[in-house]
């Protein structure tokens, strides 16, 4: 779909949404048209895209999310759950959301979870000034399309000093298409002063579907809140999908972020985190594992705009096949932000001849009294630990396999929630070399 | 049980054994001792099967089997064990994974059942209190973190339970405080047997006091020079290699 194509789908979806939505959404999707417009989709000249070619989104004739749902058996869904017990699940089809597939009751007082279009209508006040203020669509073409096309999605609201114990899931399931759909989801999160949650992301497709997810996040964390995130992508490995997080932390707020990638074709996610008073924190913990042609790029931003904020981040790849891994982690440290602490690594397996991936940190401090931290590594299994491993009777295969777990292990054992460190690790051991005897292992 | 004839084996090209003799016999305890750079550990990553470390010519045979035709994991499920020098620390990977994954290649191998996960369970227990080591090293990584006592303590631990007919001791004892020396030979001592050898690397006498070996040899510029009782080593102690070289 070319930019025209938006542009026209853009129109025949605007008249009849009129009704819908508040002006001011109208409003605000039409001013993000035009930033769309005006920028175009990136190519490869551009700085942030110069390893990710997003041609083939651009070919692709998608056809828009329609209102008549793609018929789902609830059978069939539940092999992509992930097993998490959880305070309400949301399951979107399509990017549409699926009431009957969906749970959304049993919140306790002070917690709002719901469907974007309904907290669109009804909670204009809480909306406005955070929608589209947090992710700067000046900086991406596609947060600008999320915009333009801001209709379906999830508001999480929690009032302050509310404690959800148990997790919001949200589940996006793109199905087999004749005609692969696009879609749009727009999360808006907003964690009131010493709040506590855990959201969890999770994008699954059916095999086959070629679908384009275009999905932002934007997140609020006012003093003292506490917001656990997980991105788990898995769609298919025909599948695209564009995807942002963008938070803003106040005082003592911390964000500790789990973004796994094992799915798509062609995936890029953009994490962009705002330390914007004192004593803020956030985790950045990612792993991605690419094989066949999956192309898998992550960049993330860290700006820490006042002093006495801290960002550890820890990323891991582990690319095989034909497949190609991108990282950028740019930590960008204001002048007056001192005694900030910002640490960053990113570590990559690569397991074949074939395969590729481009690191690249990009520090810029205009303090002085601060300590960062950065490194990079690119490599095969140790062949030390390889061997010790064969010599101790345990196969070529097994080892290997044995190693490639491990190496993901580091970025799974930060994940707080038992239940997706289990279903993770059974996911990704099913993905290694002699995967049958090392299920029975670890 | 194993018979080097004639070794020869280099590394990047340089020769470090050169012509080896040794046969063990079943039950035997034999102890290797020399200078360093003589060719002790070279000898042991050879039986191992390690990369890099070229025959260029003599055989070995395990058990009436060609040794070196043989890969690094099937030489340990054919009951040969190297306990290493300097044991790798594998972070992620549980010492419980690779008990489990090692016991069960050599049952597999020997065309046995799989051990049931709570029987395998008792066994590890068992093992883990003659090494005197806290179960909780079980749910640690390999070697991570661990000194260099427990790294060896653990070699031995691995070794009592997958049981090999022939363990390979390549420097067990160096960095080991006494204590430390007297658990890790009290492992040894307790892998003895009558179908099982044992073949002792080590640059001191020390070792022997704790772990008495049948015979023991010098080994010097990548031969084996001289051959003899236990009181070799102690002539050794008391005179050092450098007489006893001379006079070979």
């Keep these: ?45 551009h700085e942030e895209w110069r390893y990710t070619n997003i041609r083939p989104i651009v070919k692709k004739a998608f056809k828009p999310a329609g209102d008549a749902l793609a018929p789902l058996e609830v059978g069939v869904l539940d092999q992509h759950r992930l097993g998490v017990d959880s305070a309400v699940e949301l399951v979107f089809v399509n990017g549409r959301l699926h009431a009957g597939l969906s749970q959304m009751q049993g919140l306790p007082d002070g917690a709002v979870v719901e469907d974007l279009g309904t907290a669109l209508r009804s909670r204009g006040e809480t909306l406005q000034p955070l929608l589209g203020q947090i992710a700067d669509d000046r900086d991406s073409s596609f947060v600008a399309l999320s915009t333009a096309f801001l209709r379906d999605g999830v508001f999480i609201g929690l009032a302050p000093g509310c404690v959800l114990e148990r997790p919001i899931k949200l589940l996006f399931v793109s199905t087999r298409e004749a005609q692969p759909v696009v879609f749009h989801p727009r999360i808006l999160f907003h964690g009131g002063a010493n709040s506590q949650a855990t959201v969890i992301e999770h994008y699954a497709g059916m095999e086959g579907s070629a679908s384009f997810t275009n999905t932002v996040t934007e997140a609020a964390l006012e003093a003292g809140a506490r917001l656990e995130h997980y991105k788990i992508q898995r769609e298919s490995t025909q599948a695209y999908h564009i995807g942002s997080l963008h938070v803003r932390q106040m005082r003592d707020s911390s964000l500790r972020s789990h973004n796994v990638n094992l799915g798509g074709r062609l995936v890029r996610n953009d994490l962009n985190i705002g330390l914007m008073e004192p004593g803020a924190e956030v985790l950045l913990n990612g792993l991605f594992m690419a094989g066949g042609r999956q192309h898998v790029d992550n960049h993330t931003r860290v700006h820490h705009a006042a002093p006495h904020t801290q960002s550890t981040e820890e990323y891991r790849g582990i690319i095989d096949d034909h497949a190609r891994g991108v990282f950028k982690g740019r930590v960008l440290v204001d002048r007056g932000a001192q005694r900030i602490e910002a640490h960053q690594t990113s570590a990559n397996l690569v397991l074949s001849d074939g395969a590729e991936v481009d690191t690249k940190p990009e520090l810029e401090i205009y303090a002085d009294d601060v300590v960062c931290s950065h490194g990079a590594t690119v490599g095969q299994l140790d062949e030390q630990s390889l061997f010790y491993l064969r010599s101790r009777g345990l196969d070529d295969k097994t080892a290997r396999g044995l190693l490639t777990f491990a190496f993901a292990g580091e970025v799974i054992s930060r994940i707080g929630e038992q239940s997706i460190r289990d279903r993770l690790e059974e996911v990704i051991v099913g993905r290694l070399p002699d995967h049958q005897r090392l299920k029975e292992l670890v | 049980m194993l018979k080097i004839t004639d070794l020869h084996a280099e590394v990047d090209g340089k020769p470090i054994l050169k012509g080896l003799n040794l046969e063990v016999g079943s ?70 994974y690779l008990l489990k994954a090692a016991y069960n290649a050599q049952r597999e191998h020997r065309g046995e059942p799989e051990v049931d996960a709570f029987e395998f369970l008792q066994l590890l227990r068992e093992r883990t209190r003659i090494m005197k080591m806290d179960e909780s090293f079980l749910h640690r990584g390999v070697n991570e973190g661990f000194s260099g006592g427990e790294k060896k303590r653990n070699e031995i631990l691995q070794m009592l339970v997958l049981e090999p007919k022939l363990a390979l001791l390549d420097e067990t004892d160096s960095g080991l405080d006494i204590d430390a020396l007297k658990v890790v030979s009290e492992g ?61």
């Design chain 1, 1 to 45: 779909m070319s930019e025209a194509d938006y542009l026209e789908a853009f129109r025949s979806e605007q008249g009849s949404l009129g009704a819908q939505l508040p002006d001011w959404v109208m409003a605000l999707r039409l001013s993000a048209l035009g930033r769309f417009e005006r920028a175009g989709f990136p190519d490869p000249r």
């Design chain 2, 188 to 248: 040894v001592n307790t892998l003895r047997g009558e179908d099982r050898s044992v073949v002792l690397v080590t640059h001191y006498q020390r070792l022997l006091d704790h772990i008495v070996p049948d015979f023991v040899h010098v080994l010097s510029d990548g031969r084996i020079i001289k051959s003899g009782d236990k009181s070799l080593a102690l002539e050794l102690e008391a005179n050092g290699y450098q007489n006893v070289v001379e006079a070979a």
């Design chain 2, 27 to 96: 039950g035997e305890v034999h102890a290797i001792m020399g200078p360093n750079g003589s060719g002790k550990s070279t000898l042991c990553q050879v039986l191992a099967g390690r990369d890099g470390y070229q025959v260029t010519s003599g055989s070995v045979s395990f058990e009436g089997q060609d040794l070196l035709a043989m890969a690094p994991e099937i030489r340990a499920r054919e009951g040969l064990l190297l306990a290493f020098q300097y044991p790798v620390e594998i972070p992620g990977v549980k010492n419980v």
